[in-house]
C-alpha cells in the first residue's frame, strides 16, 4: 500500500508561484504514476498532471502547459508541482494519486490518494 499527504497549498495572488509537494509511504512508491489532480467547487475532478514511475513521459493538461511542472524524486518517496503564473481559475483542492496502471490519466484508475490541499489564487 502507499500512503500519500500533500502540502504546499496556500494563497496566493495571480501570477506568482507554489511549490506542492506529495509525500509517500511504502517501498513500492517507485513501482507507481503518480498524478496529480485538481477539484473546484461544482468541478470533477480532473488530472492536471503525471509523471511515470521512472520519471519520463509527463503528462499535463492543456491548461496547465508551460506553467506547471510535475517532477519525482523517487529516493525520497516524493512528488512535486511546481505551479508558476497561477491564474484565479487555478484555484482548487489539489490531490495526488498513485496508480499502478502506465500512462492512466482517469481518476478512477488511481487506487490511492492524498487528502488534498488548498490552492486559492487572487485576481
Known amino acids: 500500500q502507499v500512503q500519500l499527504v500533500e502540502s504546499g497549498g496556500g494563497l496566493v495572488q495571480a501570477g506568482g508561484s507554489l511549490r506542492l509537494s506529495c509525500a509517500a509511504s511504502?517501498?513500492?512508491?517507485?513501482?507507481?504514476?503518480m498524478g496529480w489532480f485538481r477539484q473546484a467547487p461544482g468541478k470533477e475532478r480532473e488530472l492536471v498532471a503525471a509523471?511515470?514511475?521512472?520519471?519520463?513521459?509527463?503528462y499535463y493538461a492543456d491548461s496547465v502547459k508551460g506553467r506547471f511542472t510535475i517532477s519525482r524524486d523517487n529516493a525520497k518517496l516524493t512528488v512535486y508541482l511546481q505551479m508558476n503564473s497561477l491564474k484565479p481559475e487555478d484555484t482548487a483542492v489539489y490531490y495526488c494519486a498513485a496508480t499502478p496502471r502506465i500512462g492512466s490519466s482517469v481518476a478512477t484508475e488511481y487506487e490511492y490518494w492524498g487528502q488534498g490541499t488548498q490552492v486559492t489564487v487572487s485576481s
Open positions: 509523471i511515470s514511475s521512472g520519471g519520463k513521459p509527463t
Open positions: 511504502g517501498r513500492t512508491f517507485s513501482w507507481y504514476r
